[in-house]
């Protein structure tokens, strides 16, 4: 296990400067997640991590030991690909233990480490298999096992779900959370879904246009994020933003209601999230929604709809409201939940 430091990290392809001075601190046995729209640079910064890409500028640390001009297979770090990058003429027994092989290990040692990996990821029937003859799931558990047997002090994911179906992806996430807890290894893991982000990360990096936007928790992130692109990009269904002016000890929503605040008379944005509607009159601010459509989902439903300002909410209701497309409902919203954004995006954090 090690820790990862980003000093003033910066990468460049000439002119173009797709990381910029970045600094983050991975703590040794963390899940981190980098997550953020395509195009962010989180996948590039894992591969500068990994010594795939050249750092221009900074300076990126792995157990208290600078990196920068170390090769990959001296940083101690192990990467699982999207593609999962399996030599499809071996078996899985020798896909897995291929590296063992190039680093001149005796075939026995190769042998006991890639029997413990294959119990590890419970894929021992397997080993006689080619790639061609295995599943998406199992092929990944592969690619994981050829990263295991190196023992590495980091472990690289770099959107490792991606190319899986919706069922095998929720239960691959099972497994890989799984396997942090058995290792206790330090995991950095690359996605663009901020579910698997929520459900796997001891701590969240959200990323924008090569920059940090916030770093934390998972619990952090969704109830205090720093600004409006975090609150808009964590949480499934995202936060609604309703427009509103503040001024005279209230934000007066161009939905109708208002709900109690301070500060200097201004335009604003009012984060709700689709938990924190409530029934009408049991909150404040009540606002009356056109049922567009509803998403049952058994033991709740979404309520996606229309305001009389245009704008498109969604509403989580846990009741049978028995609602149909083109009915009128009134909510009203948590006072205490909601949460105020300039027009900017800044959080405005004593209103």
Known sequence: MANVALSEVSKSYGSLEVIEGLNLQIEDGSFTVFVGPSGCGKSTLLRMIAGLEPITKGTLQIDGKTMNQADPIERGVAMVFQNYALYPHMTVEQNIG????????????????????????????????????????????????????????????????????????????????KLHNQL?????????????????????????????????????LYDNPDNLFVAGFIGSPRMNFLRGTLGGGQVKLESGGALPATGTEDKVLVGVRPEHFVEAGQGAADIAVTVDVVENLGGTRFVYGTLSSGESVVIEARERLGLKAGDTISFGIRPERAMFFSTSGTRLRNI
């Open 98 to 177: 291929f590296s063992l092989r190039m680093a001149g290990l005796t075939k026995d040692e190769i042998a006991s480490r890639v029997a413990v990996a294959a119990k590890t990821l419970q894929i021992e029937p397997l080993l006689k298999r080619k790639p061609g003859q295995l599943s998406g799931g199992q092929r990944q558990r592969v690619a994981i096992g050829r990263a295991i047997v190196r023992d590495p002090e980091v472990f690289l994911f770099d959107e490792p779900l991606s190319n899986l179906d919706a069922e095998l992806r929720v239960s691959m996430r099972v497994e890989i959370a």
């Open 184 to 220: 206790g290894s330090t995991m950095i893991y690359v996605t663009h879904d901020q579910t698997e982000a929520m459900t796997l990360a001891d701590k969240i990096v959200v990323m924008r246009a090569g920059k940090i936007e916030q770093a934390g928790t998972p619990e952090e």
